[in-house]
């Protein structure tokens, strides 16, 4: 048994050190530098085309939580996504701050799912409350129902997932 146990720790050994010297060069100060500075709700505001969600978290109340320190996974609707839902719906949330709130964290998951964990899921819960699918297809993945327009935008407490739709939590 001694005999075996030798050569096989050896062997561990010089993968483990071809492996360190094959890894990652990158300093710890480096992959620092290159961090996310900016957090979910600094991040949305400057990539454009979230404004329409940003305006609606600080309506809700949610930009301190969301700029708060997560992690946190927000499937967000671009502005083009919030122009196909009827003018007199969104005014309707606007005018509900509860309806607003369960809306928005219909969208929002507790946690750090970056698009490789993402799709190995079935589903996600969102904070609130309910489950959203997970349904993987010819490189298409759908959240919600909601196709996924660009994933993993990285933020300092968390990731955004850019979506084609508004998702509607179940009653």
Same mark, same amino acid.
């Given at each position: 048994?001694?005999?075996?146990?030798? =050569?096989?720790?050896?062997?561990?050994?010089?993968?483990?050190?071809?492996?360190?010297?094959?890894?990652?060069?990158?300093?710890?100060?480096?992959?620092?530098?290159?961090?996310?500075?900016?957090?979910?709700?600094? %991040?949305?505001?400057?990539?454009? $085309?979230?404004? %329409?969600?940003?305006?609606?978290?600080?309506?809700?109340?949610?930009?301190? %939580?969301?700029? @708060?320190?997560?992690?946190?996974?927000?499937?967000? =609707?671009?502005?083009?996504?919030?122009?196909?839902?009827?003018?007199?719906?969104?005014?309707?949330?606007?005018?509900?701050?509860?309806?607003?709130?369960?809306?928005?964290?219909?969208?929002?998951?507790?946690? $750090?799912?970056?698009?490789?964990?993402?799709?190995?899921?079935?589903?996600?819960?969102?904070?609130?409350?309910?489950?959203?699918?997970?349904?993987?297809?010819?490189?298409?993945?759908?959240?919600?129902?909601?196709?996924?327009? %660009?994933?993993?935008? $990285?933020?300092?407490? @968390?990731?955004?997932?850019?979506?084609?739709?508004?998702?509607?939590?179940?009653?």
């Amino acid at each position: 048994m001694r005999k075996l146990l030798l =050569p096989l720790i050896a062997l561990v050994a010089v993968l483990a050190a071809a492996a360190v010297a094959l890894g990652d060069n990158e300093s710890t100060t480096e992959r620092a530098a290159k961090a996310p500075k900016n957090n979910i709700v600094e %991040t949305a505001v400057g990539a454009g $085309r979230f404004d %329409t969600l940003v305006s609606l978290v600080q309506s809700a109340g949610l930009a301190q %939580t969301l700029s @708060g320190d997560g992690p946190y996974t927000v499937f967000a =609707p671009t502005d083009k996504a919030f122009k196909k839902v009827p003018a007199e719906t969104l005014e309707a949330l606007g005018n509900d701050r509860r309806a607003l709130r369960r809306v928005l964290l219909y969208h929002v998951a507790d946690g $750090r799912y970056p698009a490789a964990r993402v799709v190995n899921k079935r589903s996600i819960r969102t904070l609130a409350g309910p489950r959203l699918e997970v349904r993987v297809r010819k490189n298409v993945v759908r959240v919600g129902g909601a196709r996924v327009v %660009t994933p993993d935008v $990285r933020a300092s407490n @968390g990731v955004i997932h850019a979506i084609n739709r508004v998702l509607i939590p179940p009653k």
